[in-house]
């Protein structure tokens, strides 16, 4: 329950704002979308920037490379704008998807945050009640899938296209796989790699995905087998899922998982490893290859400007590679192969022109039939909604309709072992 004090301030400023709407006219801050996709900034007077005050909710804290990752990139938009840790931002560790993470938002509320920044997918309905309840302040959820049927003048959703980022550590994968086949050390058809999900989700769906088709680019007899954590963060469940892939014959593990399980299990085996959200090279100086990761101080600080200056933030931004969004870690040159870094740097030329399409139907099938049509449920909205046509010009068009990825497709070449046990 808000408490008297909260009340009467949400009331001062709601008089406030109409007093200024009444002298000034509607401005872009109005409760109609500026241009595609956009939402108002602000409503109400902007901060000073002395006040001005950012919040970052994380699932999990440092020990998660996935939270890091938000952590890291949180710090360097807040002291690059010339915010203070503690004094004028804030971040609170091991929100849970439930009740928790509403109590976060309502305490960075009253400690006069005007925009708040959560990072994990369950996070997503307890920012959005608090985004009704304080609509002088800016939530901005990552990975989520509301924001653009909601229609909240305050709420947003941000992600980036990195699935990209996962074809090029694929390539950095085939192309390892294909040393070892050079080497004699396995043959074109053992060429098998593991990855340890964590969810069954499109969003993890779409990065194995991606990744499987890098590599293939590059080692056409590659195949891949997938288990599942059924968790965002589990070590134990992580190095066991990586332990078993590898006692199935694969001879290159990848992850969505957010801890050291698989790579200190891939370290120990002496098994590469490609990781994710950053690198591993410290503790895995034998196997770590490289890391694709989410980079979003281009997206704190482009949120946190247009909160400060009162101008539209997207309702659901996506970030690229174009953007400094989508990146990849340095190549450990101990454990890749010759060729590495320059291959990745052509394919990454042919993603920002265009010459190459991550999701080409032409480069894998399904049931061993093409994929000429997909209707995907992009807005969210419930099986009695028309679904969204996805597929143009034989390309499965990845966080185009909405910001987080809706690629569920089971292709061939990708075998789903099931849960770890």
């Known amino acids: 329950m808000k408490s008297l004090k909260k009340v009467l301030a949400l009331v001062l400023v709601a008089i406030f704002a109409v ?15 500026a241009g595609s996709g956009a939402a108002p900034g602000g409503s109400g007077a902007v901060a000073p920037a002395s006040e001005f005050k950012a919040g970052l909710i994380c699932l999990h804290d440092e020990n998660s490379t996935y939270d890091l990752n938000f952590i890291n990139g949180f710090k360097e938009a807040c ?4 915010l203070v840790e503690g004094e004028t931002y804030f971040i609170k560790t091991n929100k849970g998807e439930n009740e928790e993470c509403y109590q976060a938002a309502s305490e960075m509320v ?5 925009v708040i920044f959560a990072d994990s997918f369950g996070h997503e309905d307890y920012i959005l009640q608090a985004a009704i309840e304080n609509p002088d302040v800016q939530f901005c959820h990552a990975t989520g899938t509301k924001a653009h049927t909601e229609k909240v003048a305050n709420y947003h959703n941000a992600f980036a296209s990195i699935y990209e980022g996962r074809y090029l550590a694929g390539i950095a994968a085939g192309l390892k796989l294909n040393e070892m086949i050079d080497s004699g050390k396995i043959t074109a058809d053992k060429a098998v ?11 993890v769906k779409s990065g194995y995905t991606s990744f499987y088709l890098g590599a293939k680019s ?3 007899s590659v195949t891949m087998q997938v288990t599942f954590t059924n968790s965002w963060y589990d070590e134990t469940l992580e190095k066991t899922g990586a332990q078993t892939l590898i006692d199935n014959g694969c001879v290159l593990i990848s992850q969505h998982a957010d801890s050291m399980g698989a790579p200190t299990a891939c370290e120990a085996a002496n098994v590469p490893n490609i990781s994710y959200n950053g690198s591993t090279v410290a503790a895995c100086p034998n196997t770590f290859i490289v890391s ?12 946190m400007q247009a909160t400060k200056d009162g101008t539209p933030i997207d309702y659901d931004y996506v970030g690229t590679i174009e953007t400094g969004s989508v990146v990849l870690t340095d190549i450990n040159e101990a454990a890749a192969a010759p060729g590495t870094a320059e291959a990745i740097e052509a394919a990454k030329a042919d993603l920002v022109s265009g010459a190459t399409n991550v999701f080409d139907t032409a480069n894998f099938t399904v049931g061993g039939q093409k994929l000429d049509s997909y209707l995907a449920d992009v807005d969210d909205m419930g099986d009695f909604q028309p679904e969204t046509e996805v597929i143009e010009n034989g390309v499965f068009k990845e966080s185009v309709f909405r910001s987080a990825p809706y690629f569920d497709i089971d292709i061939d070449g990708i075998t789903i072992l099931g849960d770890v046990q």
Do not use: H
């Not at 006219?25 to 109609?32: F, H, P, R």
């Not at 009253?110 to 005007?114: S, V, Y």
């Open 218 to 220: 590059v080692c056409p």
């Open 110 to 114: 009253d400690m006069g945050c005007n």
């Open 19 to 33: 007093g200024m709407l009444a002298a000034c006219g509607k401005s872009g801050g109005g409760d109609e979308p």
């Open 193 to 203: 790699m593991g990855y340890v999900g964590a969810y069954p989700y499109a969003e």
């Open 292 to 303: 694709s990761r989410i980079n979003w101080a281009p997206y704190f600080t482009y949120a």
């Open 79 to 82: 002291e690059a704008m010339g």
